[in-house]
């Protein structure tokens, strides 16, 4: 058996009397796509929050390829390989859509890059090579999105902000990808052309594995290898889509909302 990338064992996390996330145990192995779907509020993005460190368990343990990450900072976790988008976009708007990517590099490089930034007088040299190899990330993952790499990244459409946030996660270069959410606020069109972009990133950089939080249906039946169901914070399904989505108790956890 090979060590997952990413493993969580009994992972719980209590705010007061909610237990948020309960003892949540999941895997995702290399090359592999997770799908990760459960009602409003069921904990997914908790889930996300604590694989990724901006949150502390109150039990459990998360582990990067069979190593412990537990109370690492968030900065290190993505150092180490994880890396994530947000439920709500976190772009930063008043700058370009290269400077975006960039700043999603900061970790991979030495120090100075988010300074040359900051202060364009200063490691001009650094910066270009930075600006040269962030091109050709957002170039891989979107001609049209590399040929508008000096907008604003505020003036971008939805489905472009959202891919420009999977080509800064990328940056940093990472074995696990986790989304939130991915396709929100996108139209079937939009999905589509979202799941080849993840299709597409897997090709290209093998051994690279992906989490995705979804509520669009149509994407969790395509995309994901297999699915996890979160409910009140506690993974009741983990299987083939096919083989969950009828259970009893999944449909349960969706009130009656189609699965
Ligand atoms: N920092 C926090 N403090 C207190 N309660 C929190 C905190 N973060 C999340 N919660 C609670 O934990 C529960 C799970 O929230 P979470 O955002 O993880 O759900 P979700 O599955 O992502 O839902 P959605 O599909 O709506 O995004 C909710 O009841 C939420 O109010
Ligand atoms: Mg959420």
């Known amino acids: 058996m090979t060590t997952p990338v990413l493993e969580t064992r009994d992972l719980s996390i209590r705010f007061g009397g909610l237990v948020a996330v309960d003892s949540v145990s999941l ?7 997770l799908g990760v779907i459960g009602p409003n509020g069921a904990g997914k993005s908790t ?16 582990l990067l390829n069979g ?27 008043d700058l370009t859509v290269l400077d975006n990517v960039i700043i999603g590099m900061h970790s991979r490089t030495d120090t100075g890059v988010l300074e040359a930034l900051l202060l364009p007088r200063r ?10 190899h962030a091109g050709a990330l957002l170039n891989s993952i ?6 508008r790499r000096n907008t604003l990244a505020g003036a971008l459409p939805q489905a ?14 990472p074995q696990l990808i986790m989304l939130d959410e991915p396709s929100s606020g996108m139209d079937d069109r939009d999905t589509d052309a979202l799941m080849e972009d993840v299709r597409r990133i897997m090709q290209e950089r093998p ?43 999944v449909q349960e956890a969706y009130l009656g909302q189609k699965v």
């Open 67 to 93: 190593v412990s990450i537990s109370g690492r900072p968030a900065h290190r976790i993505v150092e180490m390989g994880i890396t994530r988008t947000f439920q709500s976009s976190r772009l930063f708007n």
């Open 142 to 147: 979107s001609r049209d999105l590399y040929a």
């Open 207 to 249: 051994g690279i594995s992906f989490l995705i939080i979804e509520h669009d249906m149509r994407l969790v039946s395509a995309l994901p290898d297999r699915v996890i169901v979160i409910d009140y914070g506690r993974k009741i399904a983990d299987g083939l889509f096919q083989d969950i989505r009828l259970r009893e108790d």
């Open 160 to 173: 472009d902000r959202r891919r420009l946030e999977i080509a800064r996660a990328l940056a940093s270069d």
């Open 27 to 33: 895997h995702v192995d290399a090359s592999e796509i």
């Open 47 to 62: 889930l996300l929050n604590l694989i990724s460190g901006l949150y502390q368990a109150t039990n459990g343990d998360v």
């Open 123 to 132: 490691a001009r040299r650094k910066l270009r090579e930075a600006a040269d």
